[in-house]
């Protein structure tokens, strides 16, 4: 099972959670492809079983700056992940409202459109509650894990 992670991020906390994230999933066995800065040649080159995203929010719902060509790129040429099991870890702050974890659904939205299968419903992760996303990452990605390897 060849996993590919990649990450968007302003000051580098989702880059800290995508960190150990790759981590565990390797301790659990599983290959695992960390595309920093992510980059959608990288990604289609790597033929990947399966994707995990963790990305920031940004500006008023934005994506970080480090995603945004990705994503635009990925939009744009519309690769088919037909069934490919992916899950993504949002970071945000509840206090910035309706646009709380933006960044991640718009990756979760872009993926759903291109037929990839969502593993486990996305984890929103709120800054304002929490000091320790890495952490509190943890039971999800285990979760993902799991269900990874059910497959
Ligand atoms: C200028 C600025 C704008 C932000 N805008 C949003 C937002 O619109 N929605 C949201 O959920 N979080 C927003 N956040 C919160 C960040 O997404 C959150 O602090 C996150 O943990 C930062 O992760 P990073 O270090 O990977 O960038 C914003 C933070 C800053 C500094």
Known sequence: MHLVIFSGSVFGTADEVADVA?????AAGLQVT?????????LLEANADALL???????????????????YELESRFPLLTDK????IALGDAGYGDTFCQGGEQ???????????????MLRLDAAETVT???????????????????
């Open 53 to 71: 995203a963790c990305c920031s929010t940004t500006g008023m719902g934005e994506l970080p700056a480090n995603v945004q060509d990705f994503f």
């Open 34 to 42: 960390y595309l920093k800065p992510a980059s959608v040649d990288a």
């Open 22 to 26: 790759a981590e565990r999933c390797r």
């Open 133 to 151: 996303p890495e952490q509190d990452a943890e039971p999800w990605i285990d979760d993902f894990i799991a269900r990874l390897k059910s497959l």
């Open 107 to 121: 990756l979760r939205e872009l993926l759903l459109e291109l037929q990839g299968r969502e593993l486990v419903p």
């Open 85 to 88: 099991p992916f899950g993504v």
